[in-house]
């Protein structure tokens, strides 16, 4: 099985998300991009959209405005610009 994913999704006003996920997946300036545990280092901006975090069988959904998203070998850190969850339909 393969190894858990730190991830912290913040915005100006708190701390939206925080846990230890299988996946996720987001809204880059330059197309979509999924992150797993022990994915290469990476930074960049993000576009306005959605940010799905995987664990098990369950899916969380973010709508992000803007912001950047930071990879590195502690985990995927997302700073948005204007965070919040998107009611499960």
Do not use: C, N
């Not at 393969?2 to 939206?16: H, M």
């Not at 846990?19 to 994915?39: C, I, K, S, T, Y």
């Not at 969380?60 to 339909?89: C, K, M, N, Y």
């Amino acid at each position: 099985m393969a190894g858990k994913l730190s991830f912290s999704l913040v915005s100006p006003e708190r701390e939206v998300y925080s846990g230890l996920v299988d996946q996720v997946d987001a809204p880059g300036v330059e197309g979509d991009f999924g992150v797993l545990a022990d994915h290469a280092p990476f930074m960049t901006a993000l576009r306005e959209g959605v940010v799905t975090v995987i664990d098990g069988g369950s899916r969380r959904r973010f709508e992000v405005h803007g912001g950047f998203a930071d990879v590195t070998p502690a985990g995927l850190t997302i700073l948005a610009e204007q965070a919040s969850e998107v009611a499960a339909a």
